[in-house]
């Protein structure tokens, strides 16, 4: 079975500041896609970001730029530039392209930004 | 834009009812998935389906069914609610599966409380 663990429930950051996110998965498929995505408070999910497992380059999406390790199963989230729209539970997922299109989630890091 | 909407935000069921939630999308995907929210848990795959009339177990199926008659249209029903199944429930949807076309499309989640 496919996991994905989360190790920070929650986080907070000052505004304009830095915060990572952290996440790790188990799986002994080669070929699969990561994701992050975030869900705002009473808003609905939205992609954050997506990496293919057999690209080396990081993935990367205005202020959002991951940290894939493919060797220690590794995919952290990096938010530059926090903003106070940023507040929200972010999720990591994982997609096996042999098992279709079927994500398996975290259990989800909260991430407060502060003014 | 692509569209996901869900019948109800909230809903509150006695143990024992039939429940039935409903998931629309606007955009001729093909793909479409009902996953369970729940605290520290993330979110968990209960169904999903490639098309019209299929369907495929997730990782949580039991206690559910869903009905897809039409490729809009994907309802999840709760043959006998039980207290256990109160959660939040999210549908998505996705064009496909590929590198490009692999992103889910949530709706925005329809908290069910059993009583």
């Known amino acids: 079975a496919q996991t994905v663990t989360q190790s920070q429930p929650e986080m907070s950051v000052q505004e304009a500041e830095t915060v990572t996110l952290s996440c790790t998965y188990d799986?002994?498929?080669?070929?699969?896609?990561l994701f992050w995505y975030k869900q705002p408070p009473s808003r609905q999910m939205i992609l954050v970001i997506r990496q293919e497992a057999y690209k080396q380059q990081n993935a990367t999406e205005n202020r959002f730029s991951v940290n894939f390790q493919k060797a220690a199963k590794s995919f952290s989230l990096k938010i530059s530039d926090s903003q106070l729209g940023d507040t929200a539970m972010y999720f990591c997922a994982h997609m096996i392209k042999a098992a279709g299109n079927k994500l398996t989630f975290g259990g989800g890091t909260r991430v407060l930004v502060k003014p | 834009d692509v569209k996901v909407t869900q019948s109800s935000r909230y809903l509150v069921k006695r143990t024992g009812e039939k429940v039935f939630l409903e998931c629309v999308q606007d955009?001729?995907?093909?793909?479409m998935f009902w996953y369970r929210q729940d605290p520290g848990l993330g979110l968990r795959l209960i169904y999903f389906s490639y098309d019209v009339k299929m369907k495929e177990k997730g990782d949580i199926p039991e206690g559910y069914s869903v009905s897809r008659e039409k490729k809009e249209r994907f309802s999840l029903i709760l043959e006998s609610a039980s207290t256990n199944q109160t959660s939040m429930y999210l549908c998505a949807s996705s064009l496909g599966t590929g590198p490009t076309n692999n992103e889910q499309f949530f709706g925005p989640g329809t908290r069910l409380t059993v009583l």
């Open positions: 955009m001729d995907h093909e793909n």
């Open positions: 799986t002994s498929e080669s070929n699969y896609y």
